[in-house]
């Protein structure tokens, strides 16, 4: 399968932005889908997490209430809707597809399938 990332720019802290990653290739519901950040001089970090038909998420602690994945199986695209913005959210975010569905999804082993990422800048 192959992800395209998209929805990344410049913000204001307090702001929101929604990201997409579209699918393309093999059939959408064969993964469940994750996104993944990774800020200048830091390792990439688990954000967040949806089952292949949308009925299960996870959320990292850091983003949980303020961040919503969403999945559209009709359209093969995964949103990040992320709301209440703040200047540590800056980094490249990245989609990325998993045959998984259980413990190991919050590691980026689990995930077969990456997307190239897109920048978010939040200004303080």
């Known amino acids: 399968v192959q992800l395209q990332a998209s929805g990344g720019g410049l913000v204001q802290a307090g702001g929101s932005l929604r990201l997409s990653c579209a699918a393309s290739g093999r059939t959408f519901t064969t993964y469940s889908m994750g996104w993944f950040r990774q800020a200048p001089g830091k390792e990439r970090e688990f954000v967040a997490h949806i089952s292949w038909n949308g009925d299960r998420t996870y959320y990292a602690d850091s983003v949980k209430d303020r961040f919503t994945i969403a999945r559209d199986n009709a359209k093969n695209t995964v949103y990040l809707q992320m709301n209440s913005l703040k200047p540590e959210d800056t980094a490249v975010y990245y989609c990325?597809?998993?045959?998984?569905?259980?413990?190991?999804?919050?590691?980026?082993?689990?995930?077969?399938?990456w997307g190239q990422g897109t920048l978010v800048t939040v200004s303080s």
């Open positions: 990325a597809a998993s045959y998984h569905d259980g413990t190991y999804i919050y590691q980026l082993g689990a995930y077969a399938y």
